[in-house]
């Protein structure tokens, strides 16, 4: 057996693209880590490991927590983080001249000691364009890359989830979980979702995922999913319904996502998604139907930014068995634990 | 008595919305540890009382001197601070569906240690909205609320401005400040002035305040100038006239604002205030005018950036008795001394 | 003789417009300093020399290398660096109120240790105006002026050229290079190959300059390389022959600029230079071109974004005789060297 240190160390240099490509027990340091490093914010020995450092971010889409979350964590470990924008980069696109990926990713590990790279939906022609833009990235790059979000993975979502889940339930081993589709203006990526699905089984949770006809998710994450369930043995289940599914979960993740038929013509349409989304009100999670889950003390989590009254009632979202803020919170904590690994001096 | 390491500490955690929400002796405090930092800028034994810390700066209107200067702040604090624009965060508008004010404010103060907000005349539908959202801001967040100049308040500029006079004139008790409305082609916000009407009388400085007809301030400000001149002594005088105003006067505040019908069916109406106002070319604070001041000895105030040529003419503006580019250094050590006392490790 | 470190003391304050306002000393002092602090990044005893304060970088211009390198360097000497954009300042233009760049100057020099500005072809009327621009910067600051690339210079990318050559080809003195006309999709500036036209004769390196008729750089800039090289013992030569040019050169920069047409009526006309320049594709850098340089093995450098494919071929641009990733790299090191000199605590 590697003792911590040892084990901590052996991370340095790894991409981070979705948690699926990580070890059980890579996850396991990363998340003990990120624990240690909340209950000691300000005070852990490694907040000084990225002295002098740079993690340059690279942000096809905008972001709230995202930015915030990975730029106080550089700057917790007494590094930097640079904000950048594609129109702040000349790069090579379909229809104007400009730098390949292999150039600019070459150099830009010269300068930086990570890069992070954001791109959702509506910045690819199809799914899985932003998974394979972060991997050409990570064939060039000397240093990790880190997926802040893209079209498939949220891998930080993902590990700040389950920090929450570990906070308000103890060891979640046997607890089930709903991944719940809730109607929405928004027509989401299947990114934090996703990740979901591939991560927690993996603590061996089961899962019940509800959504209506026709929101499948990926097929290939679905089947990996239920696979990581079988090694853990955990439950999952698949169904259309959307209030007999909160019967006796312990915890409840109502996300709106776009269908399987977003795409078309090489590009995305979203205005079609939400107005698809909207014929569905009845899904939406609510305090009636968060009375069915085990004992009606079933908690809420959501990755925010929630969007009220169409995902989830503002009772419940700002109601006492809501841990969306811890979670949001953990972002900072996972991912500072994660830069630790991946780039520090520890 | 307090000492003063004990005052200073009993600030931690507050919100600075105006000057007028702090004590007098709060403002004392706050003061004298600017003009502290100011002389020991790079060695003063709270250099490091941001260590590891971020501040998040909320631009919804851009700027020149309030990001640079709280920038510089945070970093010479040891801390970071970063630039935040509303096109990258996902907000609720009325319009589209997004984030409210709870959700962020709640998540943002778990990982900054203060929030800076910035929101002018042209970001809002009428006169107080801005006000409105720093205070709805203020009530979800943890963390201290600072205004970086809003639709009423400018605090930190404020500050800037007391600091320069006492440089330049000692104690300002008895000294007399012309407010004076200059005409312009920008059709500013009434924050700096209204800063100004409602903190230099609580250094006991006389106040004559000077627009044409038509051009009225917020009368609740106006009305808590005057009550602030009565308790220490000061005189608050009122006129149309352009040019009798400055007699006898020690320094000359001239800078243009919109007038109060610059809002209406639910916009600001900003050509039309230019136009209006640049019909009165004989309000400009020129050579001539200062003769007039105490002595011909007058000083020149203006938080910048100068509206020259309208506002004030080159001579007086770029002239041995403008105190401007101080003011505006005194921007960092007033911000530095705020930001160690409310979030600092002090 | 001044010892090393006195030597670098004298170089506190200075501007850095182009490496032409230097004394050949001084540059030697830059370049010395520079290799130091690429062989101890992280360890450099001048890592600290930027701590608490902050470099303000204003780009009229986006940028990849130029923003990323500059952050990271005020990093990696404790300090930070702020990236500004004109949208984000009120700056007086032809055609609206705004702030004078007197104004602007004074005060950034009394928030930041130095100022870099780039400001490229499409931001300015006519060639020349950026080079008064910084000039006029230059004048009211007290703090140094960087170039971070503008219209006539581009004093870095210089240095870390001749970073690159010296590491790749030791001492550069009589060492050919072939500065090379590409064609392009682009119309670039002339700044990084004036810039090369003006630094690498001063180390003793000949100058062949190649390009079609009509492509002519600026006369002044290169009267001025001819003086340099008659001083080193260098030769220049220019020709308007695509291929025979690189008989027997030592190394090949191929880059596109525009050409001295591509302003007039007070406009740059990029479309017409575009089309313009693409009626020439034999003037590529290509294997068979890279044949008939010195042995067949002349080094190829650029100073990157790379246009692949009319500039230069990926097989030379990817080969492994290009150095341009290093020289890339080496941008961090020289102006690490730079601000640490003209403005660190060293």
């Known amino acids: 057996m590697l003792a911590t240190e040892q084990k901590r160390k052996l991370l340095k240099g790894k991409d981070l693209i979705t948690t699926a490509d990580w070890t059980k027990e890579e996850l396991d340091v990363a998340l003990e880590l990120a624990h240690e490093m909340k209950a000691q914010r300000f005070t852990h020995p490694y907040s ?10 690279f942000f096809y889409n905008p972001s709230v927590r995202t930015r915030q979350s990975f730029e106080c964590a550089s700057n917790e470990l007494s590094g930097s983080a640079m904000f950048l924008e594609p129109k702040a980069m000349r790069l090579k696109t379909a229809t104007s001249a400009g730098e390949t ?74 607890k089930t979980c709903l991944v719940y589709w809730g109607h929405g203006a928004l027509a989401r990526s299947w990114c934090s979702v996703q990740e979901a699905l591939l991560l927690y089984p993996r603590y061996g949770m089961n899962i019940v995922l509800a959504h209506p006809e026709g ?41 709106n996502w776009m269908s399987p038929q977003a795409y078309y013509g090489g590009e995305l349409h979203k205005q079609e998604e939400i107005e698809k989304s909207l014929k569905y009100p009845q899904w939406i999670c609510d305090e009636d139907k968060m009375k069915l889950t085990r004992n009606g003390k079933g908690l809420f989590i959501h990755p925010m930014p929630v969007d009220r009254g169409h995902e989830v009632s503002d009772e419940v979202c700002s109601g006492p068995r809501s841990i969306i803020v811890d979670v949001a919170e953990n972002r900072l904590h996972a991912q500072k634990s994660v830069m630790a690994l991946t780039m520090g001096d520890i």
């Open 48 to 57: 000084e490991c990225l002295k002098l450092k740079t993690f340059l971010m």
């Open 101 to 174: 990926v292999e150039d600019a990713a070459r150099v830009m590990s010269r300068y930086g000691v990570g890069i992070g790279l954001r791109i959702l939906e509506d910045k690819i022609a199809s799914y899985g364009e932003g998974d394979d833009l972060l991997r050409e990235y990570a064939q060039y790059s000397d240093v990790p890359i880190i997926s802040m979000a893209h079209d498939k993975y949220h891998p930080c979502q993902g590990l700040a989830d389950m920090m929450g889940m570990q906070e308000h339930m103890g060891d979640v081993k046997g």
């Open 215 to 255: 929101y499948d998710l990926d097929p290939e994450v679905v089947e990996k999913s239920r696979e990581f369930c079988k090694q853990t043995g955990a439950t999952f289940t698949e169904t259309n319904d959307p209030v007999e599914c909160y019967k006796n979960v312990d915890i409840v993740y109502s996300r």
